[in-house]
């Protein structure tokens, strides 16, 4: 796959959405490889408070730059999964090469505004298979009637792209992994322990994914100062230090924000990656590249993104190529 890709995250769940138009584009100045845009219908929690049409977004922002951008969203709720397909192909149409999209199981945060029951995860699971079917026959060109989890009658794609985009599978449990292995073009994960992260590769390498693409999404925070690091990290993203199911279970912003009224600011290190030592951020994602994934998306949690844009682009990006050449 070549040498790692080192990407810019545009979280929409913090920023307006032209803000982070702006953004994008300094990012792609400053040396980033790629992009990653976050698909929210709310943020996570009060301090963050914006959420904009990611897909809407995505077109603006390649057509404001020359790299490649991805997306995860999830179809069979708030999307169907023929819409998806349309808004993807639409897309690498336009910017072939360019667009990658990966399908998760969803969150009750987002997807529930629809009205329509949220199952549990074995049941997300096979629901979450059965729309990636359908998304990979429209965009082969099929004609698709299917009658399941979800329903579609006589849809085809009439505008697609000469090479359908590739289409990942997101997992953090090995257990996922394994089972979008035997349908995805790659794997969307997101950063842990190195050998967790070594246990969820091989759990998707069984499940049929050996030599497909491999993404992370990375959680951190830089600011010059530690204080400063740990402020900003527990000030924006102390909502998403909740484990296990909860992340997927909860309805509002407001519940995110009762459940980690007493996360301390300490407790973050748990979840972000969190320092105002430049060198330990890019030993951090140098472990990421051994590792073997093709492309790392950076998200500082931080408000301070344009800082961050900077020192990353002056201070990381340049020592991580220099190691992997």
Request: charged share 20%; hydrophobic share 40%.
């Amino acid at each position: 796959m070549g040498p790692a890709r080192f990407g810019f995250h545009a979280s929409h769940e913090q920023f307006p959405p032209s803000e982070l138009l702006t953004l994008a584009q300094e990012a792609e100045t400053a040396g980033f490889d790629c992009g990653m845009s976050s698909d929210h219908f709310r943020p996570w929690g009060a301090a963050q408070g914006h959420s904009g049409f990611a897909w809407s977004w995505l077109g603006a922002a390649m057509a404001r730059t020359r790299i490649p951008f991805g997306v995860i969203s999830a179809p069979g709720y708030r999307y169907h999964p023929a819409i998806l397909a349309q808004g993807a192909a639409t897309l690498t149409e336009m910017f072939p090469g360019r667009f990658w999209f990966a399908l998760g199981s969803g969150q009750r945060l987002n997807e529930d505004i629809t009205g329509l029951a949220w199952p549990e995860k074995a049941e997300r699971n096979a629901r979450l298979r059965e729309c990636a079917e359908v998304v990979r026959a429209l965009l082969s060109g099929e004609t698709v009637t299917h009658h399941g989890r979800i329903t579609v009658v006589d849809a085809k794609l009439y505008s697609r792209p000469e090479t359908p985009p590739p289409l990942l599978g997101a997992a953090v449990t090995e257990a996922t992994a394994d089972a979008v292995g035997a349908w995805a073009d790659g794997l969307l994960t997101v950063s842990a322990e190195p050998e967790q992260l070594r246990k969820v590769i091989e759990a998707f390498h069984r499940g049929g994914g050996r030599g497909k693409r491999l993404v992370v999404q990375v959680a951190l925070n830089w600011a010059p100062t530690e204080e400063e690091a740990l402020a900003g990290a527990y000030e924006q993203w102390r909502t998403n230090v909740l484990g296990g199911e909860v992340n997927w279970e909860l309805r509002l912003p407001e519940h995110f924000d009762t459940a980690t009224r007493l996360v301390r600011p300490e407790d973050m290190r748990e979840s972000v990656w969190i320092s105002s030592n430049l060198r330990w951020h890019a030993a951090r994602l140098a472990e990421l590249v051994a590792l073997g994934f093709d492309e790392i998306q950076i998200h500082q949690v931080g408000r301070n993104q344009r800082a961050f844009i900077e020192a990353f682009g002056q201070g990381v990006l340049p020592s991580l190529r220099r190691g992997a050449a």
